[in-house]
């Protein structure tokens, strides 16, 4: 098994990860399946032959729960497996709509500020604070996803090790 990660990896709001074996995606999803039920206290999931969603099994359900999403590939003749970590897609869509929503908001508040310095005009005073807010609300939304990320180290951890052990105690098996 060979692994590709980048500096860029780490710092991702959603780090990812590839790994190659020499299973077809068949084999894999069904490796996947047995690993889970040797492991079904710590770990469950969904399995199909082209992707898998994992989460770990916890008494408690914060927003951050992490969850690694793998998708099986072939390339060059070898099989290809990506894993992005991640919470669910509803806090994840939640997220990139906050961030969107008050990307819009900012460049519409600069916008109105500089169209008003440049004709001279003094209707929207207001225009440069409210801009500056929605920069601050910008780095309060980063800063509550870096504290889920904490929050969640563990298990992205857990997830890990799942990624790495499913795969190399099937492969050494074949």
């Known amino acids: 098994m060979n692994t590709e990660e980048t500096t860029l990896d780490k710092i991702r709001t959603r780090p990812r990860f590839k790994m190659f074996t020499h299973l077809s995606k068949e084999e894999y999803a069904e490796n996947l399946k047995r690993y889970i039920a040797e492991h079904k206290d710590e770990f469950s999931g969904n399995i199909n032959k082209e992707i898998a ?3 770990v ?18 390339e060059d003749e070898k099989t290809a497996i990506r894993g992005v970590f991640g919470p669910s897609s509803a806090v994840w869509t ?7 929503t008050f ?3 900012w460049m519409t508040f600069f916008s109105m500020y500089y169209v008003e310095k440049q004709i001279n005009s003094h209707e929207f005073p207001w225009a440069i604070y409210a ?11 980063y ?11 563990e298990e ?3 997830l890990r090790r799942f990624a790495e052990e499913s795969t190399l105690q099937f492969e050494k098996m074949d």
Do not use: V
Request: net charge positive; with cysteine.
């Open 53 to 55: 969603t994992i989460c």
């Open 94 to 100: 939640f997220f990139m709509f906050l961030y969107f």
């Open 131 to 141: 801009s500056f807010l929605m920069l601050i609300c910008i780095a309060l939304t």
């Open 143 to 153: 800063a509550a996803a870096r504290f889920g990320q904490h929050k969640g180290k």
């Open 103 to 105: 990307s819009i908001f």
């Open 57 to 74: 099994e916890t008494e408690y359900d914060n927003y951050w729960k992490p969850r690694l999403a793998l998708r099986i590939e072939i």
């Open 156 to 158: 992205m951890q857990k």
